[in-house]
């Protein structure tokens, strides 16, 4: 590696990205020792995290959607400056892995009047990646999934066919405003196969 690395794994509840984002990071590890930062989002320790995994885990029922956007900004606004900003600015050449991003907020925070355009501005502080990685893998494999993680479902886990189309909606507002490199990947089969192709991008890039 000669240059720091910002990279992001997103995809539809139960597909599996954070097994994927957890054994990616395992295998970078192994190739770039010292250099590998697995994080995810939100982010529990930066500013707001509680709140939002309070709100999603209905804990908290009685909010603004507006609200739950600023939220999700400052926790990325700080997760970033505190996080991953110094991991990819110390001199490791190193490699950061965010178990979702500022797409996740594009797809569930593109609500109540809230377009677009409006979430990246409350975003336009944070770092871009280098490249996104979008796991697409099929409603019957991510409800399987999900039953078998055998945890409470989460407020933006309903409507998975519209929650998929917002997905590419908002990938393609990505590629065309902020010319994003989004790769996708099929996440149907198993996790080695998954970070298989991952690592495939991930080493011609370097």
Known sequence: ?????????????????????????????????????????????????EYIRAVLEKRIT??????????YAANRLDHCDRIIQPWLSNGKDGIVISDRYY??????QSRDGLSFESVMQLNELAIQPDLIFFMNVSNETCFNRLENRN?????????????????F???????????????EIDGNGTVEETVEQMLDKIIGKH
């Open 1 to 49: 590696m000669n240059k720091p690395l910002f990279i992001v794994i997103e995809g539809l509840d139960g597909s599996g990205k954070s097994t994927a984002a957890k054994q990616l990071s395992e295998q970078l590890e192994s190739l770039f020792p010292n250099k590998i930062k697995h994080t995810y989002e939100p982010h529990n320790p930066s500013c707001g995290g």
């Open 62 to 71: 009685e909010f603004h959607h507006r609200t739950l956007a600023l939220a």
């Open 103 to 108: 797409l996740s907020s594009l797809v569930y």
């Open 151 to 167: 945890q409470p479902q989460e407020i933006f886990d309903e409507n998975m066919e519209e929650t998929r189309r917002k997905y």
């Open 169 to 183: 909606a908002a990938i393609d507002f990505l590629r065309k405003t902020k010319n994003e490199k989004v790769i």
